[in-house]
C-alpha cells in the first residue's frame, strides 16, 4: 500500500473545520435520512450550538406506511443528539417534484435562521425523492446570498467525497438514535450499514489523536463540499460529485476515448530491421497507441505478419501485447515509388484521414526508441497546451553498436534556424497545428526534409525538452547518403539551400535576433573554451608538478630501499657476530668446565688423602692413650703431646669442613657448567661451528 502522493492533490479529502461552517441547517427527504447521512457530524454541530435543526420534506409513510412513527422515531433521534425536533414539510413520499413552490419554502427556511452551510442528500443518491431534494436545495441556496456552502451527504449510495470528519466522540450517540428506528430496521439492516460506511470513510484517513497516544480513528463521515460562489460562477457542473465530473474538472480522462492517442508514423524501405523497429514500438508503456507504415520501396513490401511475429518473440515477456497495438500498412503493393518527403506526407495524410489521433512521431525503419521514449513526452504535451511538440535525447550508434555522440540540446529556435539538432524520431507533434497550419514536408528536399519540417512548427509554437536520452539513431544503417561529400544528397548542399530559403522568409528581427543568439553562442563557446584551456593548462601544471613530486617519491624510495637492504646485511652480520660471541663464550664456559673437573680430582685426592691422615691421627691417640695407663711417669709428656695433637685434629677439621665446602662449591659449578656445556653441544649454533670448523679446517 502506497502512501497517498500526487493523488492528494487531484482528489483532495480535507478534514471539516465546524468553526468555519457558521449555522448549518440539513434537509432531508425522509425522516432517518438525517440521521444515516450526517448524525455524527449533527451532534458535532449541536454541541456547538451551530445547528438549527433539521427540515425534512415528507413524513416517509410509503416504506413502512405509518408515518405518525417515523416522524416521532425522528424526534426521538434528534433529542439523542441533542438537538430541536425537525420540522415536517409534508410533501408527500415519493411525490417530490422540482418545482419554484418547494425551492421558495427552503428558501424561506434558509433565509429564516440565518444559514451558512445546508447539508443535502448527495446528487449520486438513486432514491428520486433523495435527488429532487438535491435539486431543490441547491437551487434554494443559490437564491440566498448569505449561504456560502453546500455539504452533500451520503445515505446509501457511496459518492466521491471531498472532505471528511472524525466521528467516534459522538459515535454511540449516532448508533443509539439510529436504533430508535425501529420501522425501518424491521425492513433493513440500516445501523449495520451505516457502520460499515462509516468504518469505509475512516479507513486510509486514520490519524493520532493528540490526547490519545496511538489510538486511530474508527468511525467518520465524508462530504463533498460544493462553493456555492464556485457554482454561482460556473453553473450546475461543479456540483456533481460522481467521480466523471470530478475527473473532468481535473483535466483528468473518463473513457479510453479521452487518452492521449499517439500514432508513430513509419518509412520503410522493406529493411531487415525492421521487426527491431517495431518491437520498439510494441515495448513502448504508453497507450494507445498504433503504428502505419508507408512502403516506400516501389515494391510489393513482405508481409509484416512475419515481421510482427520475430519482433514479438524479441520481446519475450512481452507477448501480452500482440494484440495491444494496431498496425496499418500504406502503399503495401508499392504501387508507385516515394521519397522520403512524400512517404512523410503519406503518413501525415492517411493519419489526417483517421482523425482519431491527438499525437504522432516519426521512426525510420533503422532507428529505436526506448520504451519510456513516448511517455515521456505524452506528460510534457498533456501539461502544457500551448507547446506544439516535445522532444528526448537521442544517442547515434555506430556499426558495432557502441554510442559515438548524443542530440540532447534546450530548446531555441534560433538554434534550429542554424542547424537541425533534432533526429526525426526525437519529437513527438501535435497533429491538430499540422493540420490547422497546412504544414508538410517539401518534396524538394531529397534529405533535410524533416529540418524544414520542424522549422515550419516552430512558427506555430514552442517546443519542450525532455532531458535525457530515449532513442538511438543507428547511423551506419542509413542509406541517405547526406554524409557522403561526392553524392548530390550531401548534406551541405541542402543546408546552405535551406538556409537561403530561411532568409527569404524570415523577417528583418527574426534574423537580426538569430544572429544576435550565435554571436553570443559562439562567445560563450570560446569563452567556454578559453576557461576549458585555462583549466586544462592548470591541470597540465598540476599533473607536472605530481610528476615531479612522484620523481621525488621514487628517488626516496629507492634509497629507502638501499638503505633498507644496507641495513638488513649489516643486521645479518651483527646477529652473526653475536652468536659468535655467544658461541665463544659457551667454548670458554666449557673449558672452564674442563678445569673445575680436574680441580675437583685434585681436591677430592686431597681429602682422600687428609682423611687417611686423620684416621692414622687417631690411631696414633688410641695407642697413646693405652701407653698412658700403663706408664703414668710420660703422662704429662704425652699430655701435652696429646693437647697437640688435639690442636692438629682441630685444624684438621677445620681443614676438613672447608675442602667439604669448597668441594660442594665445585660440585654446584661442575653441575652448571655440564648443563651449560649439554645445551650448547645440543644447540644448532654448536652443530653449525662444528660444521664451520669442518669447513674451514686445512
Known amino acids: 500500500m502506497r502512501d497517498r502522493g500526487w493523488e492528494s492533490e487531484l482528489y483532495p479529502l ?14 432531508a427527504p425522509h425522516p432517518d435520512d438525517e440521521i444515516l447521512g450526517c448524525g455524527g457530524l449533527l451532534a458535532l454541530l449541536a454541541q456547538q450550538s451551530q445547528s438549527c435543526g433539521s427540515l425534512i420534506l415528507t413524513r416517509g409513510e410509503s416504506a413502512s406506511g405509518d408515518a405518525a412513527s417515523r416522524i416521532h422515531e425522528s424526534a426521538q433521534a434528534a433529542a439523542i443528539l441533542g438537538m430541536p425536533p425537525p420540522t415536517i414539510l409534508d410533501e408527500g413520499d415519493r411525490q417530490l417534484r422540482y418545482g419554484e413552490l418547494l425551492i421558495s419554502r427552503v428558501r424561506k427556511a434558509i433565509e429564516c435562521h440565518k444559514v451558512s452551510t445546508l447539508l443535502l442528500p448527495s446528487l449520486s443518491e438513486p432514491h428520486p425523492d433523495h435527488q429532487v431534494t438535491a435539486l431543490v436545495g441547491l437551487a434554494a441556496a443559490a437564491q440566498v446570498s448569505m449561504c456560502s456552502r453546500i455539504l452533500f451527504y451520503e445515505v446509501g449510495a457511496p459518492m466521491h467525497p471531498n472532505c471528511w470528519i472524525d466521528i467516534d466522540s459522538v459515535s454511540d450517540r449516532k448508533w443509539l438514535a439510529v436504533t430508535v428506528f425501529d420501522s425501518q430496521l424491521k425492513l433493513q439492516a440500516y445501523l449495520a450499514m451505516s457502520k460499515a460506511l462509516a468504518e469505509v470513510r475512516a479507513f486510509g484517513h486514520r490519524k493520532i489523536h493528540a490526547n490519545a497516544g496511538t489510538e486511530s480513528v474508527r468511525y ?3 462530504f463533498f463540499e460544493l462553493d456555492l460562489r464556485d457554482y454561482r460562477m460556473n453553473g450546475p457542473l461543479s456540483a456533481l460529485p460522481q467521480w466523471p465530473w470530478v475527473r473532468m474538472r481535473q483535466g483528468l480522462v473518463n473513457t479510453p476515448e479521452d487518452l492521449s492517442s499517439v500514432v508513430v508514423l513509419i518509412r520503410s524501405m522493406d529493411r531487415s530491421c525492421i521487426h527491431e523497429c517495431i518491437a520498439s514500438v510494441f515495448a513502448q508503456t ?11 520501396t516501389g515494391k510489393v513490401h513482405n508481409s509484416l505478419d512475419q515481421w510482427k511475429i520475430r519482433c514479438l518473440e524479441s520481446l519475450g515477456g512481452l507477448n501480452d501485447r500482440r494484440d495491444s497495438l494496431k498496425v496499418t500498412v500504406i502503399n503495401p503493393n508499392g504501387d508507385h515509388e516515394l521519397s522520403r518527403s512524400m512517404a512523410a506526407n503519406a503518413l501525415l495524410d492517411a493519419a489526417k484521414a483517421r482523425a482519431t489521433y491527438r499525437y504522432a512521431l516519426f521512426l525510420d525503419d533503422d532507428d529505436l526508441i526506448d520504451p519510456n521514449h513516448i511517455e515521456r513526452m505524452v506528460a510534457v504535451l498533456d501539461l502544457s497546451s500551448e507547446a506544439v511538440a516535445a522532444y528526448t535525447g537521442v544517442r547515434v550508434l555506430d556499426g558495432e553498436g557502441q554510442t559515438k555522440a548524443t542530440y540532447d540540446l534546450p530548446w531555441s529556435r534560433e538554434r534550429l534556424m542554424g542547424i537541425n539538432f533534432l533526429p526525426i524520431h526525437a519529437v513527438l507533434f501535435r497533429l491538430d497545428p499540422v493540420y490547422n497550419g497546412n504544414v508538410a514536408f517539401s518534396e524538394n528536399l531529397p534529405v533535410l526534409e524533416d529540418w524544414d519540417f520542424w522549422l515550419q512548427m516552430s512558427r506555430l509554437g514552442r517546443f519542450i525538452q525532455c532531458p535525457g536520452v530515449s532513442a538511438s539513431y543507428r547511423q551506419a544503417l542509413g542509406q541517405s547518403h547526406v554524409a557522403d561529400q561526392d553524392h548530390p544528397n550531401y548534406w551541405k548542399n541542402w543546408h546552405r539551400k535551406l538556409i537561403g530559403d530561411l532568409i527569404q522568409q524570415s523577417t528583418a528581427d527574426e534574423l537580426a535576433n538569430c544572429l544576435s543568439w550565435h554571436a553570443l553562442e559562439l562567445e560563450g563557446n570560446r569563452l567556454s573554451t578559453f576557461d576549458q584551456k585555462a583549466v586544462l593548462d592548470q591541470a597540465h601544471q598540476k599533473i607536472d608538478s605530481l610528476k615531479e613530486t612522484l620523481s621525488g617519491y621514487v628517488k626516496k624510495l629507492d634509497q629507502m630501499t638501499s638503505q633498507l637492504t644496507e641495513s638488513h646485511v649489516n ?6 657476530e653475536n652468536e659468535r660471541l655467544r658461541l665463544e663464550k659457551q667454548v670458554q664456559l666449557l673449558e672452564q668446565s674442563n678445569v673445575y673437573e680436574a680441580e675437583l680430582r685434585r681436591v677430592n685426592a686431597a681429602l682422600y688423602h687428609e682423611a687417611n691422615e686423620v684416621v692414622r691421627l687417631q690411631a696414633e691417640l688410641q695407642r697413646i692413650s693405652e701407653l698412658a695407663k700403663t706408664d703414668y711417669a710420660t703422662a704429662s709428656s704425652l699430655q701435652r703431646e696429646l693437647e697437640g695433637l688435639k690442636s692438629a685434629i682441630q685444624l684438621l677439621d677445620k681443614r676438613h ?8 662449591m665445585v660440585s654446584l659449578e661442575r653441575d652448571q657448567a655440564i648443563a651449560t656445556l649439554t645445551m650448547v653441544v645440543n644447540s644448532r649454533g654448536w652443530r653449525l661451528l662444528q660444521w664451520l670448523r669442518r669447513w674451514f679446517r686445512p
Do not use: K, M, W, Y
Not at 18 to 23: A, K, P, V, W
Not at 657 to 664: K, P, T
Open 571 to 576: 643486521q645479518q652480520l651483527e646477529r652473526s
Open 286 to 296: 504508453h497507450r494507445p497507441l498504433e503504428i502505419l507504415i508507408v512502403n516506400a
Open 14 to 27: 480535507r478534514t471539516l473545520q465546524l468553526d468555519q461552517l457558521g449555522i448549518c441547517l440539513c434537509i
Open 657 to 664: 669442613a672447608e675442602a667439604q665446602a669448597a668441594i660442594s
Open 220 to 222: 467518520a463521515e465524508a
